[in-house]
Antibody, heavy 122, light 107 residues
Framework: QVQLVESGGGLVKPGGSLRLSCAAS????????MTWIRQAPGKGLEWVSY????????NYADSVKGRFTISRDNAKNTLYLQMNSLRTEDTAVYYC???????????????WGQGTLVTVSS | EIVLTQSPATLSLSPGERATLSCRVS??????VAWHQQKPGQAPRLLIY???NRATGIPARFSGSGSGTDFTLTISSLEPEDFAVYYC?????????FGQGTKLEIK
């Protein structure tokens, strides 16, 4: 079955960096767009970034553009999110999610990991 | 950025009742609206995509409808496990966005 397991979260000071990983299994990873979505404590969902299987382009929310970088290693079935210049407002649970449709990005996440908590605080 | 406004913020109903959740979108998103369910301490789960298509394994009591800028998620007869937060989401324009959620609670 599909499994997505995030790791790399933790406590970091404002201005610091963190790299999240998402290990995927149970499907052909390279065939799917992947995404990072976050949820601040007690708040709603915010789409952070999106990458196709080929890594040919990437999309970012304005709130993270220039600070976060999404990437993937299809040989390792792993998705990454490099987060630099972190701010207190980046505090959230970060979920990785797989797209609904193979090969053609649908913009609809249908399989979600359990999330990893990132806390940005001095 | 397309804004999705969900109503009501909280809906209090009893098991067996019908639930109707609304999602209004700030501009037309064609049929690219999805609904996700989230229970406390869990990741969201896709229920409905492209307005009215149930995701794999989703019971038939969940249905979606609407067009243009107004969309609805209906749960025909509430089961105890349906009490959760529901989010609508659009994928018509980047950045893809979610509504603020409707909390469905037991009355």
């Amino acid at each position: 079955q599909v499994q997505l397991v995030e790791s790399g979260g933790g406590l970091v000071k404002p201005g610091g960096s963190l790299r999240l990983s998402c290990a995927a299994s149970g499907f052909t990873f390279s065939d799917y767009f992947m995404t990072w979505i976050r949820q601040a404590p007690g708040k709603g969902l915010e789409w952070v970034s999106y990458i196709p299987g080929s890594s040919s382009y990437t999309n970012y929310a304005d709130s993270v553009k220039g600070r976060f970088t999404i990437s993937r290693d299809n040989a390792k079935n792993t998705l990454y999110l490099q987060m630099n210049s972190l701010r207190t407002e980046d505090t959230a649970v970060y979920y990785c999610a797989r797209d609904l449709v193979e090969r053609v990005g649908s913009g609809c996440p249908d399989q979600w990991g359990q999330g990893t908590l990132v806390t940005v605080s001095s | 950025e397309i804004v999705l406004t969900q109503s009501p913020a909280t809906l209090s109903l009893s098991p067996g009742e019908r639930a109707t959740l609304s999602c209004r979108v700030s501009q037309s998103v064609s049929s690219y609206v999805a609904w996700h369910q989230q229970k406390p301490g869990q990741a969201p789960r896709l229920l409905i995509y492209d307005v009215s298509n149930r995701a794999t394994g989703i019971p038939a009591r969940f249905s979606g409808s609407g067009s243009g800028t107004d969309f609805t998620l209906t749960i025909s007869s509430l089961e105890p496990e349906d009490f959760a937060v529901y989010y609508c989401q659009q994928r018509n324009n980047w950045p893809y966005t979610f509504g603020q959620g409707t909390k469905l609670e037991i009355k």
